[in-house]
């Protein structure tokens, strides 16, 4: 198996992204793709999330990352076949292959924001800039409730990503708001694949109910991944997914 097989026999073809949105991609460093989950597909999701987090309890997220104000949840390659859509979609899949060329997962999580939390420091998902083109890293927040300006729509800066800085490099404090930023919003079932190179952030949930998303997490093949697929991959995962699945996760058998 290789990157072009793969990405072939999960139905990239090469028009799976216009022009325009390649451009748009580029330019600003993100790319709302509305309507690849339905209605059902999203509530499903909301529910399996909801059971995961009542019976992960206080460790919830702690294979990547807990944080204060938010509900995580880690590693949910292993957690239900409804989140393989998230490894396996070709418009995704297309985008990440015009940012990164080839690519792998490095980690898929949700996150809510919890009502009166939320809100992050403008980062990237990287240690330093990168050159303009040569990214290393692209991320995909899948919407599991509209994003609106209450409720912690994540904020951008468009551009940024091209910018050679980091946010803490011109801000003297990342968790104010930039003149140039904008909020992500946008019906639930709607992915918005950002470039992780591009200052991003969540915002505070002003409303009473959580904020919910999930973040497929993209790297160059090189990368160690946030989430060590190879060591956390389950037998029956495995067996269900195909072998186009297994190269995206970088999963060679099961340990
Ligand atoms: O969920 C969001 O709105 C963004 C989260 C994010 O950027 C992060 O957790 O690093």
């Not at 793969?6 to 028009?15: E, K, M, N, T, Y």
């Not at 991609?25 to 999330?49: M, Q, T, W």
């Not at 995909?140 to 490099?169: C, K, Q, Y």
Request: glycine residues 8%; contains cysteine.
């Amino acid at each position: 198996m290789d990157m072009a097989t793969a990405l072939r026999d999960l139905g990239v073809s090469d028009d799976v992204l216009s022009s325009a949105e390649k451009e748009q991609l580029d330019r600003d460093g993100y790319l709302p793709l509305e309507g690849i989950l339905s209605a059902e597909e999203v509530s499903g999701i909301n529910k399996r999330l909801a059971e995961l987090t009542a019976v992960e309890g206080d460790r919830a997220g702690l294979e990547v990352h807990q944080e204060k104000g938010t509900d995580r949840l880690a590693d949910l390659v292993n957690k239900d076949a409804r989140f393989e859509v998230c490894f396996s979609h070709p418009r995704v899949l297309g985008a990440m292959r015009h940012v990164l060329g080839e690519f792998k997962l490095s980690s898929l999580n949700s996150r809510a924001a919890l009502p009166g939390e939320g809100h992050q420091g403008l980062h990237a998902d990287f240690s330093h800039p990168v050159e303009p083109g040569a990214y290393e890293v692209c991320n995909s927040i899948w919407l599991l409730d509209d994003f609106t300006p209450e409720n912690g729509a994540t904020r951008v800066v468009p551009g940024s990503h091209r910018r050679g800085t980091m946010p803490g490099d011109e801000m003297a404090n990342p968790a104010d708001d930039h003149p140039d930023q904008i909020l992500l919003t946008g019906k639930a079932g709607t992915v918005i694949v950002f470039n992780s190179h591009l200052w991003h952030g969540g915002t505070l949930n002003r409303t009473n109910t959580p904020r919910r998303a999930l973040h497929a997490y993209f790297a160059l093949r090189h990368l160690p991944q946030q989430l060590d697929q190879q060591a956390h991959i389950r037998v029956q995962t495995y067996n269900r997914l195909t072998p186009a699945q297994h190269f995206i996760l970088a999963v060679t058998g099961t340990n």
